[in-house]
């Protein structure tokens, strides 16, 4: 795609949002945004993007799109319905959800825009954030190939780590079996933390020297350092995480597979929710854990 002719649009505009826009406009200046409340899009729109008043108009304006919101109903209502994308899309049309969501809901969407001569890609991201900020986002993706191929150097903007998994519903899959390890490592993060303050010991230096080794993970070098300072702003939502664990568990549960580490992980960040973190970062868990 021709980066000083392709239209590109982008829905959704929060704490991962917002970054990834502002690095697809770096290259693809005909950028239009929607979000629910303008006001998150601001720097955006100061940046140059044009707005859309709905999805039904960015969908029949542009060439391809973005879209990034909270939940799956959301995604519903997006995506489905007289003033959705796909009722208004033009044809040839990409549209891209990057939302994480339902494996099954990628695939209706898939199976409904083709029938209407649009192409979709599931498209989650992983990274926080960190990653969005700095534009080295993973991104798992699931639909037809060539479109993946047509979509990708779009997806390069912000993406560091961009992989195809397969047909639709594959980067949403991809996308559980990514929160199902961070769920369970979380756990061991605070631990780990306050079983070294209860020795005694200096928690910057115990991180500093366990996380060069085989205990290392993304969540102990970039979450465990807010733990520390008392950082709980979102760099992800527990409220967003919850639904995650909610919806790989049911994806579980359909295929007759226990996943008892990830049921743990629910269980306390719904305490944690209890106690009015919701809104907090999921490095919040470390609250759980009281002297």
């Given amino acids: ?4 002719t392709v239209k590109a649009g982008f829905i959704g505009t929060g704490v991962m949002g917002k970054s990834m826009a502002l690095h697809l ?5 005909n950028l239009y945004v929607y979000t629910r409340t303008k006001e998150k899009a601001k720097a955006i729109l100061e940046n140059g993007a044009k707005w859309s ?8 304006n542009v060439d391809v799109l973005f879209t990034i919101v909270g939940y799956p109903h959301d995604v519903e209502e997006i995506y489905f319905g007289q003033n959705g994308i796909l009722e208004n899309g033009k044809k040839g049309l990409i549209a891209v959800d990057m939302t994480t969501s339902k494996p099954s809901l990628a695939r209706k969407i898939y199976n409904e825009a083709d029938a209407k001569g649009i192409h979709t890609l599931d498209a989650p991201v992983s ?24 979509a990708k150097p779009l997806f390069e903007t912000f993406g560091g780590n961009i992989r195809y998994h397969g047909k639709a519903g594959s980067g949403q899959h991809t996308k559980m079996a990514n929160q199902i390890a961070i769920a369970t490592n979380m756990i061991g ?9 209860k020795a005694g010991l200096d928690l910057e230096d115990v991180l500093q020297t366990i996380s060069g080794g085989a205990a290392g993970s993304w ?8 733990m520390i300072a008392g950082n709980f702003e979102p760099g992800f939502f527990v409220k967003h995480f919850i639904k995650d664990m909610g919806i790989a568990l049911e994806e579980a549960e359909r ?5 008892p580490g990830l049921s743990l992980a629910k269980q306390l960040y719904e305490e944690l929710q209890s106690q009015g973190a919701e809104n907090d ?6 609250k759980l854990w009281k002297e």
């Fill in 25 to 29: 406009m770096k290259e693809y200046k």
């Fill in 281 to 286: 970062g999921t490095q919040a868990l470390f």
């Fill in 255 to 259: 295929m007759e597979l226990s996943l």
């Fill in 189 to 197: 993060v605070c631990e780990a933390l306050v079983y070294a303050r």
């Fill in 53 to 60: 008043a709905s999805p039904a108009e960015m969908a029949s």
């Fill in 127 to 150: 990274g926080g954030d960190t990653g969005a900020r700095n534009g080295t986002l993973s991104i798992m993706v699931g639909g037809d190939e060539d479109i993946f191929e047509r």
């Fill in 219 to 226: 969540s102990l070098s970039n979450l465990a350092p807010r």
């Fill in 1 to 4: 795609m021709n980066s000083e």
